[in-house]
């Protein structure tokens, strides 16, 4: 072999072993091309999820090839999530949360809409008219790819949003899976000046079966949820109610994979409707859209409804095993059994 034929094989050898640049995007300026990450893998962006028992673990020293863990499929209904990397520029990315961390650092093109205005002064859900409003004033339409998402998952602000979208009867509408922490961690587009978009109308179909009434709840139809805290399940509640803690439906600052929700909700009749209910939509939203990704049919309602039904001492009736009316909540706490669902 001559020196100049060992010269070029050398050559040709470093050219071959040199590392391939991403395609990916740049965070840090430029165009957002959907198609530079969207169709390469950016990792599962899970912090939490790798104690999940669906994710699993081969235990066999292959973990370079093993297929990473699909968050989406493990769910009945995981229609309603959207995996990170399948985000594109053609859905309307909204940020909803209720701090001032949008104007920090917010997911590239996102708007963002706090979920608080979708409730009046008194903390009770707009009207119809009002919820439309709100979005059609911030440029969303029904029939918009929506994809929403909060500074924190677990908060619960992103679920209530979904509610509400959902009960307006939007048509496309998933909660983004992961935070805006775990977007950045995967090295997808990020920004911080405030996207506004052009005004629009937005016409409503109402769900109503999303939010049910007193009168359904009191019928006895449904498998009744109460997720405010247990102190507050002990002195009062709707009777009938099962408690259940949210911090049950979170594993990791994430909603649990499907298997672990199964695992939650196995005592729940899946052939029979559920509510849930509370004093906070945040706690109510976040139960009922795990519920949601696991198919069953449920609606939220809230505590002050009922107690508006109510007067004096019938506020804190409830209904033991039996069937038995006792006087007080008080005394039922602790004379009778009681249901608590899920554990941690």
């Known amino acids: 072999m001559t020196k100049f034929n060992a010269i070029g094989i050398l050559i040709l ?10 395609a990916g995007c740049s965070c840090s300026g430029g165009n957002w091309d959907p198609s530079g990450f969207l ?7 899970l912090p939490g999820s790798a104690g999940d028992s669906a994710a699993g673990n081969s235990g ?3 973990s370079g090839t093993q297929k ?3 968050r989406v499929a493990s769910f009945p209904n995981g229609a309603i999530l959207k995996a990170m990397k399948s985000v594109s520029s053609s859905d309307v990315v909204m940020d909803v949360s209720n701090t001032d961390s949008y104007s920090t650092s917010h997911i590239k093109n996102a708007i963002h809409i706090p979920c608080k205005v979708f409730l009046n002064s008194e903390g009770s859900l707009k009207t119809d008219e009002e919820l439309a409003k709100v979005l059609g004033d911030a440029g969303v339409s029904r029939d918009d790819s929506i994809v929403l998402y909060a500074g924190k998952e677990s908060s619960g602000e992103a679920e209530f949003a979904f ?3 959902r009960y ?13 922490g775990d977007w950045k961690a995967s090295g997808l587009p990020e920004e911080a000046p405030a996207n506004i978009l052009p005004g629009t109308e937005y016409k409503p179909l109402v769900k109503p079966q999303v939010i049910a009434e007193y009168q359904y709840v009191k019928s006895g139809q449904a498998q009744i949820i109460d997720v405010r805290p247990f102190v507050e399940f002990g002195k009062g509640r709707i009777p009938g109610s099962i408690a259940l803690d949210p911090a049950n439906v979170i594993k990791g600052d994430k909603i649990k994979t499907g298997t672990d929700l199964g695992t939650v909700f196995s005592r729940l009749d899946k052939e029979k409707p559920i509510v849930v209910y509370s004093d906070d939509y945040s706690r109510s939203a976040l139960v009922w859209y795990a519920l949601q990704l ?7 309602y809230t505590w002050e409804d009922w107690k508006a039904h109510k007067s004096g001492d019938a506020v804190n009736e ?6 038995n009316k006792t006087s007080t909540a008080g005394e039922d706490a602790v004379g009778s059994k009681y249901t608590k669902l899920g554990t941690t």
Request: proline share 4%.
């Open 318 to 323: 409830t209904t033991s095993d039996t069937g």
């Open 168 to 180: 307006l009867g939007q048509k496309d509408v998933k909660l983004l899976d992961g935070s805006l």
């Open 60 to 62: 066999s020293g292959t």
């Open 68 to 70: 990473p863990f699909d």
């Open 163 to 165: 509610l509400v979208l």
């Open 39 to 45: 169709n390469s893998e950016v990792g599962t962006g």
């Open 294 to 300: 696991m198919g069953y049919e449920a609606s939220i």
């Open 13 to 22: 050898s470093l050219i071959a072993f040199a590392p391939v640049v991403d």
